[in-house]
């Protein structure tokens, strides 16, 4: 689809910067939105929208889930930005009110690199997109080359959610391979989550020699030392040799530009697994240990 054809579905052929005025209910949107220069056409966004700081004195229309959508109205925006199908029903609804709406659905890091350049195109920062996508795209390949080199691959398991356990699925998943370990629930990435539903036993059955946890909108509050208590878990690798890491959700659950700096860490914990190190080895500041 060419960059009219795409202004033109929406009816936001504007070009003039400043003139669109845009909602997000998707902290990756609102982080693309700034990183491509064009934050301040931002005029609604979800609570959740906290990155950079800026992001934090817009206006407040809805959670990820649940929306505002009078406030919306309110806003009188061009365009509302949504992702997942988490946000389906949301969509639904703008759409009834007659809003335009884009919803994003990124599976992969393809996916996410892909959406930068799309949100580009819609704001008419086509170049700005294209270099920022670049610079994802060779820190991505610089990992995947990294890793060709490891001389064994680890066994992975990444927790996206606890309660019920739900390994990590699309792209998180992705960056376990990428990173260079062997992810021990290697769903497809089209699969929803609520169809990755797990049991401790699986976990235990699996054996992972590193246990990574980012669940979304919960970092601070999640504690090793919990995991390391779940029944039967003190035989699993990972328990018994200290490698179970927190990672920040807004680096690697939320597909927006920092995702390479969750990929990185990944990358890098996967390094430390094969070669057997203990968490207290991490780098401190990106992961959380036990608290």
Not at 47 to 72: H, M, N, Q, R, W
Not at 140 to 151: G, K, P, T
Not at 166 to 177: N, R
Request: net charge negative; aromatic share 6%; with cysteine.
């Amino acid at each position: 689809m060419s960059d009219a054809q795409l202004a033109a579905q929406f009816d936001i052929g504007r070009s003039a910067r400043g003139q669109l005025r845009i909602v997000s209910l998707a902290a990756s949107s609102t982080e693309i939105l700034f990183a491509l220069g064009v934050g301040d056409w931002l005029v609604g966004v979800s609570k959740y929208c906290d990155y950079p700081s800026a992001a934090l004195e817009k206006p407040t229309v809805g959670s990820f889930i649940e929306a505002d959508y009078e406030a919306i109205q309110n806003a009188r925006p061009d365009l509302v930005l949504t992702q997942s199908h988490l946000q389906r029903d949301i969509v639904a609804r703008l759409i009834d009110l007659n809003i335009n709406v884009l919803s994003l659905n990124p599976v992969s890091l393809t996916g996410v690199v892909e959406m930068v350049t799309t949100i580009g195109r819609l704001v008419d920062c086509k170049c700005e997109a294209e270099v920022l996508a670049s610079q994802m795209q060779a820190r991505i390949d610089a990992v995947r080359n990294r890793s060709s080199s490891l001389f064994r691959r680890p066994r992975v398991y990444f927790e996206e959610w606890g309660h019920p356990l739900i390994p990590a699925g699309g792209w998180e998943a992705e960056c376990v391979d990428v990173a260079g370990g062997i992810n021990v629930f290697p769903f497809s990435a089209n699969i929803h989550s609520r169809e990755r539903q797990i049991c401790s036993e699986d976990v235990i059955r699996a054996n992972p020699e590193l246990i990574i946890v980012s669940w979304p909108g919960s970092f601070g509050r999640i504690r090793t030392y919990k995991i390391k208590q779940r029944s039967g878990w003190e035989s699993i690798d990972a328990v018994r040799g200290g490698r179970i890491f927190v990672i920040d959700d807004r680096l690697i659950v939320r597909p927006g530009p920092r995702i390479v700096q969750g990929l990185e860490l990944i990358a890098e914990l996967v390094q430390r697994a094969t070669e057997g190190e203990a968490h207290d080895k991490a780098v401190h500041g990106r992961c959380d240990g036990e608290a």
